[in-house]
């Protein structure tokens, strides 16, 4: 589904709309909105514009000297939001631009700065790229957050309906990384997630493909959304978690991004397919290669990925938390390699129907993302760092083949293999010293602002005592 101006005024008027929600995305992935009567509305503010927003009190945005920012709603992304029972109210997108008389894009809208990345990338010859984020996410029951619960040695601030901890398990609890695709009674979600499904197409217009529960025990659950362009999946993205959050929300569940609440059990991972194309052709494709169908242009956007993996790391694993999903045993990536099978390596290429006919889905699964990440600044990142690859022909090299975990550290060094940062603290440095790659779509500002802002979450978390530490040195 997209819009003209001409067609959203028409649909405003047949879907009798009485508000107009306006959204957009901070810095750091925020989604935010701001409310209209549908009657103040005019076409002309899809041209224009228009002035709701104090940027200096949305994170990374505007200084108090230079509050004003506007918001001009793209019409292509009109959807009617089905659980407001209040009034029909529809929601739009906004791409942010400067206040003051020079209305240029705001140098810090990501949405902006992921129609910046589409443009540099057609600039390199490549008139269309293609990106399927794979989104997990975590479901727990409401009413039993904040309840903390000791399990194995590790206290909970939240749990599942699911979880053997839980208080109203009825004796069909799933166990710790045994959540794959279990039949109901197992999976509670599937209604949950069905309903999803039903909104995101039917409301949304994002075609879903299937949906399951995930390997956690406690209400890990995907939904899997076709591949779109750049600004498209970007939007997606946020359109997916706003919905997954509210529909739960409905339910008397919470729906999070966070990507490891649960000790010991595997993380929300937001693996990104990536393509690139040019006059209706996949670029990434070559039959010729033996090994993965793969052409030495994916392999050049590969070996720019892993090259700047640490850097990157900072922008699509930008959380504290993010760095306890990143660790041996959970099929989240630890190593800077890559391989067709392999989950303990940042890039796998998946396994397709082999054959020109099947050409289309060629591409390269990066795995280091998370859900906790801007997916319009991780695809701007990517895509830096994919695109730095093909300029300065850095192939990606040969695939490990063997389980990455199982190695010796010294069979790893043997093979070059590197590791992503352990904390949130390596990332950023790593992005300090490593960032002029990004340089063609993020300005020196953007980064700063990335830096200070991971730099103080991390502060924040260090200077608290962790719950763990108290069984390690609580000595009583
Ligand atoms: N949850 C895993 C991750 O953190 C991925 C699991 C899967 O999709 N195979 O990346
Ligand atoms: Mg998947
Ligand atoms: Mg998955
Ligand atoms: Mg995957």
């Given at each position: 589904l997209?819009f003209t101006a ?8 047949e879907?009798?709309?009485?508000f107009?929600d306006?959204q957009?995305?901070?810095l750091?992935?925020r989604?935010?909105?701001t409310?209209?009567?549908a009657?103040?509305?005019r076409?002309e ?10 940027g200096s009190?949305i994170?990374g945005?505007?200084e ?6 506007i918001?001009?709603p793209?019409?292509?992304t009109?959807a ?5 029972e209040?009034?029909?109210?529809a929601?739009?997108?906004c791409?942010i ?9 705001f ?10 990345a589409?443009?540099?990338c057609g ?8 990106w399927?984020?794979?989104v997990e996410?975590?479901?727990f029951?409401k009413?039993?957050v904040?309840?903390m619960t000791p399990?194995?040695?590790q ?8 979880a053997p ?5 009825v004796?069909?609890?799933l166990?710790?990384?045994d959540?794959?695709?279990?039949s109901?009674?197992?999976d ?9 499904v039903d ?8 075609v879903c493909?299937?949906?399951h529960h995930e ?8 939904i899997?959304?076709r ?16 919905i997954?959050?509210n529909?739960?929300?409905?339910r008397n ?7 490891k ?7 929300s991972?937001?693996?990104?397919n990536?393509?690139l194309?040019?006059k ?7 039959p ?6 793969m052409?030495q242009t994916?392999?050049y956007f590969g070996?720019?990925i892993?090259e ?6 900072s922008?699509?694993?930008p959380?504290?938390?993010?760095y306890r999903?990143l660790?041996?045993?959970y099929e989240?990536p ?8 392999n989950?303990?390596a940042i ?16 591409r390269i699964?990066f795995?280091?993302?998370?859900p906790s990440?801007?997916p ?11 695109l ?18 199982k190695m010796?550290?010294?069979?790893r ?12 603290r ?7 010293s490593?960032?002029?790659f990004?340089?063609?779509i ?25 719950p763990?530490e ?6 009583v």
């Amino acid at each position: 589904l997209t819009f003209t101006a001409e067609e959203v005024m028409k649909r405003l008027k047949e879907d009798k709309i009485k508000f107009i929600d306006l959204q957009f995305t901070g810095l750091f992935g925020r989604f935010h909105h701001t409310t209209m009567d549908a009657k103040m509305f005019r076409i002309e503010d899809f041209a224009d514009g228009l002035p709701k927003v104090d940027g200096s009190s949305i994170r990374g945005f505007t200084e108090i000297h230079e509050s004003d920012l506007i918001i001009r709603p793209d019409p292509a992304t009109y959807a009617t939001i089905p659980w407001i029972e209040q009034a029909p109210t529809a929601r739009l997108i906004c791409d942010i631009l400067s206040g003051g008389s020079k209305r240029d894009i705001f140098p810090r809208d990501p949405r902006g700065l992921a129609k910046k990345a589409e443009r540099y990338c057609g600039e390199q010859g490549y008139d269309t790229s293609y990106w399927g984020p794979e989104v997990e996410f975590f479901v727990f029951d409401k009413l039993e957050v904040n309840t903390m619960t000791p399990y194995q040695g590790q206290s909970y601030h939240i749990t599942s309906r699911e979880a053997p901890w839980s208080s109203d398990n009825v004796g069909y609890a799933l166990r710790l990384k045994d959540g794959y695709l279990p039949s109901a009674p197992g999976d509670t979600l599937m209604e949950y997630r069905n309903q999803c499904v039903d909104v995101l197409t039917n409301n949304f217009g994002i075609v879903c493909d299937a949906h399951h529960h995930e390997v956690a025990t406690a209400g890990q659950c995907e939904i899997d959304i076709r591949f779109d362009t750049l600004v498209n999946a970007a939007d997606s993205v946020q359109s997916y978690k706003y919905i997954v959050k509210n529909i739960a929300q409905k339910r008397n569940m919470m729906a999070t991004m966070m990507p490891k609440p649960i000790a010991l059990d595997n993380g929300s991972g937001m693996h990104v397919n990536v393509s690139l194309w040019n006059k209706g052709k996949n670029l990434f494709y070559d039959p010729d290669d033996d090994y993965a169908e793969m052409s030495q242009t994916a392999r050049y956007f590969g070996g720019g990925i892993m090259e700047h993996a640490q850097a990157l790391a900072s922008i699509v694993a930008p959380t504290t938390n993010s760095y306890r999903r990143l660790v041996p045993g959970y099929e989240a990536p630890v190593y800077v390699a890559w391989s067709t099978g392999n989950r303990s390596a940042i890039i796998r290429i998946p396994a397709h129907y082999k054959g020109q006919k099947f050409s289309a889905m060629k591409r390269i699964e990066f795995r280091a993302p998370d859900p906790s990440c801007n997916p319009y600044l991780a695809f701007c990142a990517i895509m830096a760092a994919g695109l730095d690859g093909i300029r300065k022909k850095r192939d990606i090299g040969d695939p490990v083949k063997e389980d990455i975990f199982k190695m010796t550290p010294k069979r790893r060094r043997e093979l070059g293999i590197t590791q992503l940062p352990a904390s949130l603290r390596q990332a950023y440095e790593a992005l300090e010293s490593d960032s002029a790659f990004l340089k063609p779509i993020l300005d020196d500002e953007t980064i700063e602002k990335i830096i200070e802002h991971e730099e103080r979450e991390n502060v924040e978390v260090s200077v608290r005592p962790h719950p763990h530490e108290f069984a390690l040195y609580a000595d009583v």
